[in-house]
T-cell receptor
Framework: QKEVEQDPGPLSVPEGAIVSLNCTYSNSAFQYFMWYRQYSRKGPELLMYTYSSGNKEDGRFTAQVDKSSKYISLFIRDSQPSDSATYLC???????????FGKGNQVVVIP | GAVVSQHPSWVICKSGTSVKIECRSLDFQATTMFWYRQFPKQSLMLMATSNEGSKATYEQGVEKDKFLINHASLTLSTLTVTSAHPEDSSFYICSGGGGQETQYFGPGTRLLVL
């Protein structure tokens, strides 16, 4: 079983829809969780960082963590064509900068 | 967020030559830098972790003599692909360790070996 599972998609949604992405993980020791956005042929950029179960909002983005179920989600409200990208989940342990990444989920927002 | 640059962004070379890729943290000091490889539609594969002033730690299956990493300062790490072959063609991305355990990624270097 891989450490982090993420359905690669692609996921196509109409503009304005809510995008829902998720990852599951097997290592219950993971302490912090991140979502990165990667545009084609670019490096990933950090979108959200969380470390506790619950929701964290930042503008149109909401990151959700459920440590008991080992499940994290990213929601994008009022999706825009500029949100079309690959979204990678990542997680790690304090004191260890190594991150475990999901495969990435390609999202296409159709105008 | 913190900025990491990479140079070059794109390189084409002949089989058998060596290619050096630079990774710089522009507005923060990166004690630790990471080098990843990414094939099309695949996730990031960690190649090695480098700490300033010490030898890099390579992931299993990554040849340390082929992928030479130098982390001479807190703002610069280099990856040299020695005697490159077509199978080394990939997207190479570096990242610098920031605060709160986050990593800030460079824009990537696309390598094509002919």
């Amino acid at each position: 079983q891989k450490e982090v599972e993420q359905d690669p998609g692609p996921l196509s949604v109409p503009e304005g829809a809510i995008v829902s992405l998720n990852c599951t993980y097997s290592n219950s020791a993971f302490q912090y969780f991140m979502w990165y956005r990667q545009y084609s042929r670019k490096g990933p950029e950090l979108l959200m960082y969380t470390y506790s179960s619950g929701n964290k909002e930042d503008g149109r983005f909401t990151a959700q963590v459920d440590k008991s179920s080992k499940y994290i989600s990213l929601f994008i409200r009022d999706s825009q064509p500029s949100d079309s990208a690959t979204y990678l989940c990542a997680m790690g342990l304090y004191g260890n900068n190594r991150l475990a990444f999901g495969k990435g989920n390609q999202v296409v927002v159709i105008p | 967020g913190a900025v990491v640059s990479q140079h070059p962004s794109w390189v084409i070379c002949k089989s058998g030559t060596s290619v050096k890729i630079e990774c710089r943290s522009l507005d923060f000091q990166a004690t630790t830098m990471f080098w990843y490889r990414q094939f099309p539609k695949q996730s990031l594969m960690l190649m090695a972790t480098s700490n300033e002033g010490s030898k890099a730690t390579y992931e299993q299956g990554v040849e340390k003599d082929k992928f030479l990493i130098n982390h001479a300062s807190l703002t610069l790490s280099t990856l040299t692909v020695t005697s490159a072959h077509p199978e080394d063609s990939s997207f190479y991305i570096c990242s610098g360790g920031g605060g709160q355990e986050t990593q800030y990624f460079g824009p990537g270097t696309r390598l094509l070996v002919l």
